[in-house]
């Protein structure tokens, strides 16, 4: 059983984690000052420095379980024996969909803050666990149109996140819940990756 002290201590850490993940989400990672998360979270400045080292170790607090959670998903998604690597691309889509509309106000945050180029190596984790998620669907990918790991390979996967983006952007501010939404558009979802994969193959005969 925790103590006062270690209860009021584990009080304070999650507050600040809130407070960050508000302040993120509200202004972006790059505006937000160590000062304005302590202010918000009813603590001094010194105070965040007990529990974390910089505002990158609170980027990734609060943004490694959830990707990490995402990335066992998509590699369950991967040992499904029945499915095809079309199947398999098209379930992939839709978990990387819904989990971003579940996460409306942070999957910016968990994805873009402080990112790196894909084909480049990463020095954070958080990075590191980006680019690996990014390489689950490129994997697909280059099974599915039999391609080399080349720089067409990392244009068409290039070609199919930004499309997987332009989703959410497009449906991030729906307040329709999410069950209903994704019932109602997965069938035009499926199709997109069709026409992607087929636009990939007509380009490459």
């Known amino acids: 059983m925790k103590s006062k002290q270690e209860q009021r201590s584990e009080e304070t850490k999650q507050e600040i984690l809130k407070s960050a993940g508000n302040l993120f989400a509200e202004k972006g990672f790059d505006a937000v000052t160590i000062r304005e998360i302590a202010k918000n979270a009813g603590c001094s400045h010194t105070t965040i420095y007990l529990y974390f080292k910089d505002k990158e170790a609170l980027l990734h607090q609060l943004s490694m379980p959830s990707l990490q959670e995402l990335q066992e998903q998509f590699n369950e998604?991967?040992?499904?024996?029945?499915?095809?690597?079309?199947?398999?691309?098209?379930?992939?889509?839709?978990?990387?969909?819904?989990?971003?509309?579940?996460?409306?106000?942070?999957?910016?945050?968990?994805?873009?803050?402080?990112?790196?180029?894909?084909?480049?190596?990463?020095?954070?984790?958080?990075?590191?666990?980006?680019?690996?998620?990014?390489?689950?669907?490129?994997?697909?990918?280059?099974?599915?149109?039999?391609?080399?790991?080349?720089?067409?390979?990392?244009?068409?996967?290039?070609?199919?996140y930004y499309s997987?983006?332009?989703?959410?952007?497009?449906?991030?501010?729906?307040?329709?819940?999410?069950?209903?939404?994704?019932?109602?558009?997965?069938?035009?979802f499926d199709l997109a990756v069709d026409i992607l994969i087929l636009g990939f193959k007509e380009k490459l005969k």
């Open 77 to 160: 998604i991967l040992k499904i024996n029945t499915l095809s690597s079309e199947g398999k691309l098209k379930e992939i889509s839709r978990e990387y969909i819904t989990f971003c509309l579940q996460n409306r106000s942070m999957y910016d945050v968990f994805f873009n803050a402080k990112s790196s180029r894909v084909d480049e190596e990463p020095e954070l984790e958080i990075n590191k666990l980006r680019i690996e998620i990014f390489d689950i669907m490129k994997g697909l990918i280059q099974k599915i149109l039999s391609l080399p790991n080349n720089e067409q390979l990392l244009a068409f996967t290039r070609i199919y």
């Open 164 to 188: 997987l983006n332009g989703i959410l952007s497009t449906y991030s501010y729906q307040h329709e819940p999410l069950g209903v939404l994704m019932k109602r558009l997965t069938p035009t």
